[in-house]
């Protein structure tokens, strides 16, 4: 029988491109759902699936979303451009995410939910040009172009670790590389780079510009296995110890256009790199060895095939 079985879990933000997905697995596996909307509906019906309207920046909201909760997976939160730092209002996706995690936290405790997790992010670690361990969260200063975002999941991290030590709630942290897949952000103004460039690819731009450098290098996930590990991750680990959870395998800018534009039928496109256009950290990998012995997770969707998935989901749901 799956942990889940009969367990009433709140799954915050779960009309969104992450929560969705932590919806779909949780209902597969037993467990009876509730999910807020704020402005968007549940992407599906289900009888174990309870849509509740609620603002959870407004801590009463919150509270009568977790009330009769076992698990909580907080999934909402203001997402930005890419850049993080090129936004029109760099300040929103700071101060919404933090209000939004604490006002959930503080309600999960007066409620006695039973366990959360949460998502710190790796924009928290250092530069390096290996994978990063957990251990390198706190070795010196986050990336320049991270350096509000980075620390605001920092801060979250020490916030969550308040609340695992003074009430009786598990937490479980999660450190999540770059995620994407089918329902992603395909917005012009919010997406990140593999939907931007999947949208351009599909409409067939040419010559197709890229900014920054070819061998920019990422460790790209796909959803699916992201909610997987989280999965796990509440089930076997839900101790405020922070676990990083990536496909464990790094690739470059220009291998990434290359499966897009083969994705998408636009191999013939002429592409440039414009190194002029600001960009972010050149280099993120993290390292997954924990992920692997503690929660004996492996990513099971390649690189290519994800992507030719998330095109295929593009172009049948623009």
Known sequence: MSFYEGQKVLVTGGTGFVGSWF?????SKGA???????????????EKLDGFQANLTIQEEANRACEGIDFVFHAAGAVSAAGVTNASNPLSPI???????????????SQKVKRILLFSSSTGYPEFDHPVKEDDFWSGETHPSYFGYGWMRRYLERIAEFAYQRSDMEVALCRPTAVYGERDDFDPVTSHVIPALIRRAVAKENPFIVWGAQNITRDFLHIQDLVEACLLLLEKSPTCDPVNIGYGKTTTIAQIVGY????SGHESAKVEFDE???????????NVDKAKSLLNF????????????????YCDNR
């Open 260 to 263: 897009i534009l083969q994705g």
């Open 95 to 109: 101060t919404e995410n933090l209000v939004l995690t604490s006002r959930v936290l503080q309600a999960a405790w």
């Open 276 to 286: 002029s256009k600001p960009t972010t950290i050149p280099f993120r990998s993290v």
């Open 298 to 313: 492996e990513p099971s969707i390649s690189l290519k095939d994800g992507l030719k998935r998330t095109i295929d989901w």
């Open 23 to 27: 919806v779909d697995s949780l209902l």
């Open 32 to 46: 009876f759902v509730r999910t807020t909307t704020h402005i968007r509906k549940p992407h599906r019906t289900h």
